[in-house]
């Protein structure tokens, strides 16, 4: 169901309007009041999005208002103007016109939040038009968005619309879940061409030689977001002689997450349970540390896995890439790094934009 093309806003415009976009969304991040006109909205506007944020809670209890800010300022920082043009430089068809126009369906998650923007901002740069559905934990954030957008590139509110319900007809689709959920996207959209996304974890991997710089750091990975998020770290690989106590003491500033309604019943829970089969497990009041072979680990629990020879483990985990969403090591990830993904971290490793790009 292509068109011809309605939205006309030339490349160059669109990567200064995200940089603006950026702009808004740092103030936002820092909780800074209405900076002036020069960011771009009036002091009404800006407010406005500034409510959405604190008012994200009401949807999604694990959306605090710190989490929240937090997205918005790893946005703020990818949407830059010299990683922009980088980005945008490896993708050479972006700056010819999209003639025809596909609609992309865009079936977003709610487990973080901003999980679904890099999805929509792709549709968007690339010319496309878009038929989102957000998640309905998430319903407001994303519209706020495209609609600070609108401000800064005219047409984008109409190139990107919000579905309340199905998605209509739709030329291709972007789909985001659970691996339950993704059979499901296979089997409804399974005629279309798709990128279906499905569970994933993030692992760490240590040497030993790390400083306490470095674990603080982890706990940063570990807890962000509540670890609901497939770049969360939901298991930790340490040598056979790491003593797990630096670890403890290294996350203890975090201690407060177990204050949380939803967190701290997930810990309560799951500690009651393994108590009751007894299961062998550590406890510093705030994580369930286990050791487990498995590689997804249950809110408020971390996994560990001692190991002897890190040649074999890089191999195991080279052949765990389906599963896997970031290594966190001195040689993959950076300590602390997993929630500030650049714009060319694709989930799942699928190039969205190149695939939005060769819709034809």
């Known amino acids: 169901m292509h068109t011809t093309a309605p939205f006309s806003i030339p490349l160059d415009e669109r990567l200064s309007a995200l940089v603006q976009l950026g702009r808004v969304m740092s103030a936002v991040a820092d909780g800074q009041a209405w900076p002036g006109h020069s960011v771009g909205l009036n002091e009404a506007e800006y407010q406005a999005l500034d409510r959405a944020v604190c008012a994200a809670r009401q949807f999604n209890g694990w959306f605090t208002e710190e989490n929240v800010r937090h997205a918005f300022g790893a946005w703020g920082t990818a949407l830059q103007d010299r990683s922009l043009r980088a980005w945008s430089a490896t993708y050479p068809d972006l700056y010819q016109s999209r003639k025809p126009v596909r609609t992309v369906g865009a079936v977003l998650a709610g487990n973080v939040p901003l999980v679904g923007l890099h999805d929509v901002l792709c549709i968007w740069l690339s010319g496309h ?215 060319a971290d694709y989930a799942d490793g699928a190039d969205t934009m190149a695939f939005l790009l060769a819709l034809s």
């Open 129 to 343: 038009a878009a038929r989102v559905k957000t998640s309905a934990q998430e319903p407001e954030l994303l519209p706020h968005l495209v609609g600070t957008l609108e401000r800064f590139a005219p047409q984008s509110a109409g190139q990107v619309l919000f579905m309340p319900d199905k998605l209509g007809p739709v030329d291709a689709v972007i789909a985001t879940g659970s691996t339950n959920t993704a059979r499901y996207f296979e089997h409804y959209f399974g005629h279309l061409p798709r990128v279906v996304r499905q569970t994933r974890v993030s692992v760490a991997v240590l040497d030993g030689t790390e400083e306490e710089a470095d674990l603080q750091a982890l706990g940063e990975d570990v807890f962000r977001y509540f670890g609901l998020g497939c770049r969360n770290v939901s298991k930790v690989f340490v040598p056979q002689d790491f003593s797990l106590d630096r670890l403890f003491e290294a996350i203890y500033p975090w201690h407060s997450i177990a204050q949380h309604n939803k967190y701290g019943n997930n810990y309560e829970y799951t500690r009651a349970l393994w108590l009751l089969d007894g299961v062998t497990f550590l406890d510093n009041g705030f994580l369930l540390l286990k050791e487990d072979e498995g590689m997804a680990s249950p809110v408020a629990t971390l996994f560990f896995e001692r190991y002897n020879d890190r040649a074999a483990l890089d191999v195991r985990l080279s052949e765990a890439t389906d599963t896997l969403q970031c290594i966190v090591s001195k040689r993959d990830v950076a300590f602390g790094h997993t929630q500030h993904p650049g714009l």
